[in-house]
């Protein structure tokens, strides 16, 4: 990374000023009281967090969106003799949004506030439901986002996550791998409610990781003292990086480029999103013009807040980068900056914050072990973002090459070994505390935890012999793993699949 590049950075955060999201908060708890004319819902809070309240009809429901929130209680008897609020289901969403549905016996209003900790409480989301109507599902209290769940006849829920993937998918530029029917099957598994993943066989798919060596071709990046150009080792590493990924199990990894060629900055996170990256890690070699500085440093940049400026920005990094690509010849060290700043829009614009820094934070403290930290933190910059699913990245500045002993040292294969294993620790250290759900470290940590995702969660519309076809058990089996003396099922019901 050149040095104009970091005060742009530094810049463009005194500029926005934008605040960055603390730790994902946790939903230890839902309280639910009844009168005859409102409810009041209470959602307990380790955090404070972006929530979005609405409705929808036929049949009513309440459907609370929770940013960057886990969930650490299960809700599935929250709503036990309450005669407002029938059930209430939780999904994932987007990795790491959370999702509550409350089916209702009748329509209602909601309002919502937050209170912030005071005494024995925590953080609290308030959510007060004005019965509007004594009927079941009459039609009242209509949704202004709630447009997409009028469109078919399936679970209005369903068709309104797959609305917000189809927007997501409108707003990333170029060809997208949600379009792939396979990655489709994963996002739904991600997004449906929990109840619903689980009764299906578990994919135990392999974690993607994109590598990303900077440079190559025409544009050879930074050049040491002693003429070692950073376009070599970076790509020398990223090779070490890839060979650790492939062999340990539940991880596969792709490399951007894996000879010296040019790509354009855009279809580097082009390449990342065909293959369906999971994590996008880009590695590069500092350069300054004094030859003191050495080390390593670790950069995420997230994507929270509103969309505009950011939208505007993206479009003319895309220009310059598109222009770039077409020029043959030299680079001007204007363009280079130019081309490392649409690598950092773009990894702002698929980062997820809190997984970046997580696994930032993780690889920094392997590098730590043996090299000098440049920034012994993750550095990140905030933009206002759309908010997507996407793929959270890094980009990690191996170390000094304009710094003698730096240079000498990233030309050497123990080194280089040393920072593509610390690279690769972290990553995977990060993904050990939070598979995705499909993949075969989150079914590995499931079968540890003694096999908890034999369940299934009723849900409204299901039936005993349904849910015994889904799940390939026959109903007879079914029946007597739960100890059923009917096929009578409730919502929320939580029946174990033999
Ligand atoms: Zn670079």
């Known amino acids: 990374m050149k040095f104009p590049v970091l005060l742009w950075l530094f810049g463009l955060v005194a500029l926005l000023s934008v605040a960055m999201p603390a ?32 409705t929808l009809d036929n049949p009513s429901r309440l459907v609370v969106d929770l940013d960057d929130t886990h969930l650490k209680t299960n ?68 949704d202004k986002s709630s447009t997409a769940a009028k469109d078919g006849g399936g679970d209005p829920i369903e068709a309104m996550i797959q609305a917000q993937e189809k927007e997501a998918r409108a707003k990333l530029a170029g060809s997208n791998p949600k379009d ?24 135990k798919r392999d974690i993607i990781v994109v590598i990303d060596p900077g440079h190559g071709g025409k544009d050879p990046g930074a050049t040491g003292p002693g003429r070692t150009r950073e376009k070599d080792v970076v790509l020398q590493i990223g090779k070490r990086l890839k060979a650790k990924f492939d062999a340990a199990p539940g991880f ?14 855009r279809e580097r996170t082009r390449i990342a999103r065909r293959h369906h990256a999971d994590f996008f890690v880009s590695i590069h070699a500092d350069a300054v013009r004094s030859g003191s ?11 929270h807040g509103a969309t505009s400026e950011t939208a505007r920005w993206l479009a003319q990094s895309e220009n310059n980068a598109d222009l770039i690509g077409g020029v043959d ?20 614009m698929t980062a997820t914050v809190n997984d970046s820094l997580s696994a930032g934070s993780d690889v920094l403290g392997y590098v730590s072990r043996f090299n000098t930290l440049h920034r012994s933190k993750v550095e990140q910059a905030g933009f206002v973002v759309l908010k997507s699913p996407d793929i959270p990245s890094l980009l990690v500045e191996t170390g000094f090459i304009s710094n003698p002993t730096e240079e000498r040292l990233l030309k050497t294969a123990s080194h280089q070994e040393k920072l593509a294993n610390a690279v690769y620790q972290g990553i995977r250290q990060h993904f050990l505390q939070s598979p995705p759900p499909t993949s075969l470290l989150a079914w590995q940590r499931d079968q540890a935890r003694g096999g908890g995702a034999d369940e299934y969660r009723v849900r409204s519309g299901d039936t005993l012999s349904v849910i015994a076809l889904n799940n390939g058990v026959s109903l007879s089996a079914l029946r007597k793993a739960n100890n059923l003396d009917s096929d009578v099922v409730r919502v929320g019901q939580v029946l174990v699949i033999p």
Request: charge should be negative.
């Open 180 to 203: 792939d029917p396979k990655v489709r099957e994963a996002i739904e598994q991600e997004t449906t409610p929990a109840s619903r993943q689980l009764a299906k066989a578990h994919p």
């Open 75 to 142: 809700l599935s008897h929250a709503a036990d003799g309450d005669s407002t609020v029938k059930a209430v289901r939780s999904g994932i969403r987007q990795g790491n949004d959370l999702r509550i549905v409350l089916d209702l016996a009748r329509p209602v209003t909601p309002s919502d506030f937050t209170l912030p900790p005071s005494g024995d409480s925590g953080h609290r989301l308030v959510i007060d439901l004005k019965h509007t109507g004594g009927g079941r599902s009459s039609g009242a209290a209509k």
């Open 293 to 303: 500085p050495r080390g390593t440093s670790v950069y995420a940049l997230s994507q």
């Open 252 to 265: 596969k990894a792709y490399l951007t480029r894996s000879d010296d060629r040019f790509i354009p900055l």
């Open 23 to 54: 730790q994902s908060a946790e939903l230890s708890g839902l309280r639910i009281w009844s009168a005859e004319d409102n409810t009041r819902l209470v959602f307990d809070l380790d955090a404070s967090v972006h929530s979005n309240v609405f």
């Open 329 to 348: 010849g030299d680079l001007s060290l204007d363009d280079k900056d130019e081309m490392l700043r649409g690598v950092l829009l773009d990894l702002s």
